[in-house]
């Protein structure tokens, strides 16, 4: 059947006509922006499960089918050819860079990639034990004091570029020195001769004034996490972007909202749960069957951590490349760890079992990262800030097609369900 250009919707024996938007990959949806102003009523859908916020050019996800698509190109192939960068290029300006463009981004991004002196000392402000996405958050926001310029009404592109420069890069130094600053170690300043990953790699785990050896298979495989990490459309920490952003607040506040957002264990804080999980469930002697059955049970609160997903009701692609990348890399590195032999079997396990089954719940991108990050020496409480660092085009690049859509500020509707009107009488003071 085709699809149809408008629907008719019958209230109170009226009938409205709603044009219906058909999406470049066939999805459909009824535009319903004239309901209020037609009908007076307004639609209901707790945590949007129904709801397009918006129309967008830059990500495509099929949760049926798992698949996921950058401006177009398949996640499996960007993940086996292209770099970060070259991906945030393309996130970011739509199209893949050619070369001379790769080289002009790539510059500006190195030549953004020492923070303001200032603000290396916020860092002794916060206490060791801080949790790294507080600290990220945190100065992520505070670059918008260092860079005022971000905030003007009348944003150039040339401005709005050099401040994706920045936060692109600077990312990478926050995240080091919050990581030396909990070592109590000395920082350790960009190279501004690596490349990315090899230089955020040198500033968390070099020591100053010494030599720093790049193993290129922990550069490939950061590379390969940032790329999956890059963009996943109106997730939660995105959509924080887009509504922050729509009140047209700075780009660094905007993206600190997203950051914030990720932090919480149902979006990208489930990788730090994930490890703690399977940690737990080692510690525990190995038997996965009774956290099986306590994810199962409806009167336990526990979750199993890094399955499920709102969208991908088949599998998760990213978690299918990453696997495959987990066991290439502990083999590379001949690392040993027996929580990948309990994630594999308690992946197994679930995928039999019929909750999980009839609930379609697969393991999702978070379940095997943690393993990968472990693996490459960052501490667990720092998964979810690796997450970001990978998310940051992405935000960066749906915060400006909002922009460029000129979005009207965000403004969810509520339907009230408190008490009603009634008079306020003075309490008797004894
Ligand atoms: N373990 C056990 N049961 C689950 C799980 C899980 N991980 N996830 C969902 N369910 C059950 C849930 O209890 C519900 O059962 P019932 O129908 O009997 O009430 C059913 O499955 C549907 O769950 P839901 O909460 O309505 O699903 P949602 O779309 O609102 O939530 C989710 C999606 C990712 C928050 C959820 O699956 C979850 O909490 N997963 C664990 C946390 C996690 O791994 N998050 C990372 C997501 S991927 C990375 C990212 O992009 O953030």
Redesign the pocket.
């Known amino acids: 059947m085709s699809t149809p250009e408008q629907v008719t919707i019958e209230i109170e024996g009226n009938q409205y006509e709603f044009p219906v938007v058909t999406g470049s990959e066939d999805e459909k949806a009824i535009d319903i922006s004239k309901l209020r102003s037609s009908t007076g009523y307004v639609t209901l859908d707790p945590?949007f499960?129904n709801t397009a916020s918006c129309t967008s050019d830059i990500t495509f996800l099929d949760g049926e089918k798992g698949i996921l698509h950058y401006r177009g190109y398949p996640i499996e192939e960007l993940a086996a050819k292209a770099s970060f960068i070259e991906t945030s290029y393309l996130l970011i300006y739509g199209e893949l860079p050619t070369s001379d463009q790769l080289t002009t981004f790539t510059d500006k991004i190195t030549a953004s990639s020492s923070i303001p002196e200032q603000l290396k000392s916020l860092f002794d402000t916060y206490p060791a034990s801080a949790h790294p996405m507080a600290n990220l958050s945190s100065m992520i926001c505070t670059l918008s004091a260092f860079y005022p310029e971000a905030s003007a009404t009348d944003l150039s592109a040339e401005q709005i570029d050099a401040s994706i420069a920045q936060l692109i890069s600077q990312v990478t130094t926050l995240t080091a020195y919050s990581y030396k600053k909990s070592l109590g170690q000395t920082l350790v300043d960009p190279d501004q001769k690596l490349d990315y990953c090899a230089n955020f790699l040198k500033m968390m785990f070099g020591l100053a004034g010494e030599n720093f050896e790049i193993d290129q298979d922990i550069v490939e495989a950061l590379n390969l996490l940032l790329i999956l990490h890059a963009d996943?459309e109106q997730?939660?920490?995105t959509s924080a972007v887009r509504l922050v952003g729509s009140s047209r607040t700075n780009l660094f506040a905007a993206i600190s909202s997203g950051a914030l957002a990720?932090w919480g264990?149902?979006?990208?804080?489930?990788?730090q749960?994930?490890l703690e999980m399977l940690e737990t469930i080692n510690e525990a002697g190995g038997d996965y069957n009774q956290f099986l059955a306590k994810?199962?049970d409806?009167d336990d609160s526990?979750?199993?951590?890094?399955?499920?997903?709102?969208?991908?009701k088949n599998f998760?692609p990213r978690a299918k490349i990453i696997k495959v990348a987990c066991d290439k890399i502990l083999a590379k590195l001949g690392v040993e760890n027996p929580l990948l032999a309990i994630a594999k079997g308690l992946e197994e396990a679930a995928l039999q079992d019929e909750?999980?089954v009839s609930?379609k719940?697969y393991p999702?991108?978070?379940?095997y990262s943690g393993i990968i990050y472990h693996a490459l020496g960052i501490p667990t409480d720092m998964f979810t800030v690796m997450?970001a660092v990978g998310r940051m085009p992405g935000w960066i690049a749906q915060w400006k097609e909002m922009l460029d859509q000129g979005s009207k500020i965000g403004r969810p509707r509520q339907i009230y369900t408190g008490a009603v009107p009634r008079s306020y009488e003075s309490i008797e003071l004894r």
């Open positions: 945590a499960v996943h997730n939660c920490s990720l264990p149902l979006h990208g804080g489930a990788n749960a994930v994810a199962k409806p526990f979750r199993l951590m890094g399955f499920g997903h709102r969208v991908y998760d909750y999980f609930r719940l999702n991108v978070d379940f997450f």
